[in-house]
């Protein structure tokens, strides 16, 4: 079955921490692995795209990693920001069109 | 350069009534997906059209589900005669070039449909 878990379900840091969200997946067959950031009442943005000769890639103080052997994926934040107070979702492609499975997101809460 | 619009913003209906909900892609955005998230869920796919055709209706739930792609421009998603199990975000999204693979999805602000 095509799925995608993450963790924690939500996470709560002060201003300017570090944190990692985590992410395992299983589709089959496997062409990419995304991350998107979404704003409470607004739609998901685009951070990250990574294939499986890909094992990490930045956008700013988001850098997500993959390891397509274990199926494992994680976002780091650096220097987190009020702003950076979103869900986190981390979503699976596969097939030639690219169909997405997605998880059901990290809540993070930045506090000041 | 315009994003992805949705309209309505919020739709609340009876149950049983009919519902229309519609998509503008990016300008030259070849790719258009239609997602839904129902209430504690994760967002899900429901079809994606290449141009005017339907590549891919496979999460379309039922029959009372009918997405329309006329010119390949924008796209309607009509629901009909909706249900208390519609109630959710319905999320639209587009990607240049054929095919999509690889390609980044823009995705709309959603429109949030409640029926009662």
Redesign the interface.
């Given at each position: 079955k095509n799925q995608v878990e993450q963790s924690p379900q939500s996470l709560i840091i002060l201003e300017g921490k570090n944190c990692t969200l985590q992410c395992n997946y299983t589709v089959s067959p496997f062409s990419n692995l995304r991350w998107y950031k979404q704003d409470t009442g607004r739609g998901p943005v685009s951070l990250t795209i990574m294939t499986f000769s890909e094992n990490t890639k930045s956008n700013g103080r988001y850098t997500a990693t993959l390891d397509a052997d274990t199926k494992q994926s994680s976002l780091h934040i650096t220097a987190s920001q009020l702003s950076d107070s979103a869900s986190y979702i981390c979503v699976a492609a596969f097939g030639g069109y690219n169909k997405l499975i997605f998880g059901a997101g990290t809540r993070l809460a930045v506090h000041p | 350069e315009a994003g992805?619009t949705q309209f309505p913003s919020h739709s609340v209906i009876e149950k049983g009534q009919t519902v229309t909900l519609r998509c503008d892609p990016i300008s030259g955005h070849d790719n258009l997906?239609w997602?839904r998230r129902v209430m504690g869920?994760?967002?899900?796919?429901l079809l994606?059209f290449v141009k005017e055709s339907k590549?891919?209706e496979s999460g379309m739930p039922n029959n009372r589900f009918l997405a329309e792609r006329t010119g390949g421009t924008y796209s309607t998603l009509k629901v009909q005669p909706a249900e208390l199990e519609d109630s959710g975000v319905y999320?639209c999204?587009s990607s240049q070039g054929l095919?999509?693979?690889?390609?980044?999805?823009?995705?709309?602000?959603?429109t949030r449909l409640l029926v009662l």
């Open positions: - | 992805v997906y997602y869920k994760e967002i899900k796919f994606h590549q891919d999320f999204a095919g999509g693979a690889g390609k980044t999805q823009y995705f709309g602000p959603g």
